[in-house]
């Protein structure tokens, strides 16, 4: 269980408690301190357990070269990831585990529930996907990202058959990536039912400022001409995508006419969106766009 931490120190108690609540007990947590400056390091420590793991960085590093730092401490057959400021099911590793008795799985994935810290009194207890596709996943990704990271379960084998693990080029599209050349090779086995709750709250990295814009650009323009994804229906979707984000960009960062003249190159849906968000004040579109 790979535990990333950069001064994480006000959720991990949660999270930590929902891995020793844990069904399944054959685990060991590999908790990568990132250079945390508050007493991320003194609370893990406080456990006197022969499974807990702790290393920390040198000096604080890009999230997915993090990610890639703790996954060389991995011993386990099986890697799951648990973000400090979520929380998991009881039953999340043992329903989990047992999807990979089927060879051709490389890795699985399951439902989760917000918590919105965004909003006051806003808690939901619905999961947040109705359903989850299974199987051969690579078309469904290019429509949309549906795995929660903290929900994630990786085969070792499979990541190992990767030229590489995490793009440590990037700072939010990292996992993404990571599924997308995962699944070129290996199926996904979903599970429909929640199996953690995913903490949505001001400081996540997600969507905020749309630095994700420039970053799928970097990506797109290498995979674009990759014939296996071309044939793909969605990929043409995912390509509108990137086109709405970058206009979403420039309206964030107040380039209206700039934002005004790529719109041709959008769907109708995505025309109908930045029109109306062209109209509203620049604090507005702020709001609007920081709550992707």
């Not at 508050?38 to 070269?65: A, G, Q, T, V, W």
């Not at 918590?115 to 619905?126: F, G, H, M, T």
């Amino acid at each position: 269980i790979i535990m990333n931490c950069f001064n994480g120190e006000r959720y991990l108690h949660q999270a930590i408690e929902s891995i020793l609540k844990q069904s399944y007990q054959n685990w060991e947590i590999v908790f990568w301190d990132n250079k945390s400056t508050d007493n991320s390091e003194i609370f893990f420590k406080s456990y006197c357990d022969s499974r807990f793991h702790y290393y920390k960085s040198k000096k604080h590093n890009p999230l997915y070269e993090a990610r890639n730092y703790a996954l060389l401490k991995c011993k386990g057959e099986l890697i799951a990831f648990l973000d400090v400021d979520d929380i998991w099911f009881p039953e999340k590793l043992s329903v989990q585990i047992s999807l990979f008795n089927n060879i051709n799985v490389g890795l699985s994935c399951g439902n989760y529930i917000k918590l919105n810290e965004r909003k006051k009194n806003n808690i939901s207890l619905k999961s947040e996907y109705l359903s989850l596709p299974d199987g051969d996943v690579l078309n469904e990704l290019f429509y949309e990202n549906f795995v929660h990271f903290s929900s994630l379960m990786i085969r070792k084998k499979a990541l190992s058959e990767l030229e590489y693990f995490f793009d440590p080029r990037f700072n939010i599209i990292g996992d993404y990536d990571l599924l997308i050349r995962l699944c070129c090779k290996w199926k996904l086995a979903s599970i429909q039912q929640p199996i953690t709750y995913y903490r949505w709250h001001q400081n996540n990295t997600g969507y905020k400022g749309l630095l994700i814009s420039d970053e799928f650009n970097i990506w797109f323009n290498e995979i674009k001409n990759n014939k296996n994804y071309k044939k793909l229906s969605n990929f043409i979707i995912f390509e509108f995508k990137i086109k709405f984000y970058n206009v979403l960009k420039l309206l964030y960062d107040g380039e209206k006419i700039k934002a005004f003249k790529k719109i041709n190159s959008l769907t109708v849906k995505h025309k109908i969106k930045l029109l109306i968000a062209m109209i509203l004040p620049a604090k507005l579109i702020k709001l609007w766009i920081d709550g992707f």
